[in-house]
């Protein structure tokens, strides 16, 4: 004999503006993975696919476009402005490297210095309390696009030859293994939501309290040893931060007891 599922308990009403938070989440990742090659569905075609009310519809379209993504105008629809760039998250890649094939990435480099590190970076370098590290800043650009700022400390043996080298035209990545002789191994990394302060705005030609995605990534050669630690700025209208995740082994029982 068949049994009947239990009946799925709901929990409503769901606002409108919940309705539009939800489309809109939905239609900002096809824009930024390329669904629409230029112009977007009409009201009445995204209203049937969400099934939604038009209303919610445009309050949707009306997120995307205070955030920049879209543009609308009457008897002309709505149309992709901008999309944003790809940096993925389960590889180690520089940036020049992340954004191969989409356009040309060249540093302005700001500033070179041998440096005193805080106690926190010299710890996480492994370097003695007063010990000198190579501080670098670099304004990565995208074609005319200023996309990070980069503020990088790099252990004093290989950061003396780092600075040695071509670093407008090149990712630090790629002068480490050159210099080390052999592959960066793995690194940690936080990534966070900030807001952008006065200087970085003005620095990446974006609007002060405009959103940034900072990361710290302690970057390591294939022995293990630390090398490179960057707090890396970018422009969070621009970037979307992507990866692949697997479920780990000691969470996969989900047997019932």
Do not use: C
Not at 66 to 94: C, F, M, N, Q, S
Not at 191 to 214: K, Q, R, W, Y
């Amino acid at each position: 004999m068949r049994v009947s599922p239990e009946p799925i308990p709901l929990r409503g009403p769901v606002r409108r503006a919940d309705r539009a938070r939800q489309v809109a989440d939905v239609l900002r990742q096809q824009i930024h993975a390329g669904a629409f090659e230029d112009a977007l569905p009409s009201e009445a075609e995204l209203t049937a696919e969400f099934a939604v009310s038009r209303n919610t519809v445009r309050d949707a379209l009306a997120l995307l476009k205070d955030e920049g993504l879209i543009e609308r105008a009457p008897k002309i629809g709505t149309h992709v402005a901008r999309r944003k760039y790809d940096h993925g998250l389960d590889a180690l890649l520089g940036l020049k490297e992340t954004l191969r094939g989409h356009g040309e990435v060249h540093n302005e480099v700001r500033t070179v210095q041998l440096v005193v590190p805080p106690l926190a970076v010299a710890r996480k370098l492994r370097l003695d309390p007063g010990a000198q590290a190579v501080y670098i800043e670099r304004l990565r650009w995208f074609g005319d696009l200023p996309l990070s700022l980069d503020l990088t400390y790099l252990v004093p043996d290989i950061g003396a030859e780092v600075i040695t080298r071509d670093l407008e035209s090149n990712d630090v990545f790629a002068l480490i293994e050159e210099i080390s002789g052999g592959p960066l191994g793995s690194a940690d990394l936080a990534l966070e939501a900030i807001t952008a302060d006065a200087h970085s705005a003005s620095t990446l030609h974006m609007p002060e309290g405009g959103a940034l995605l900072l990361l710290e990534r302690l970057t390591k050669l294939e022995d293990g040893r630390p090398v490179d630690l960057e707090y890396i700025r970018m422009r969070g209208d621009r970037i979307t931060m992507r990866g692949s995740l697997t479920r780990p082994p000691e969470r996969t029982d989900w047997r019932l007891t």
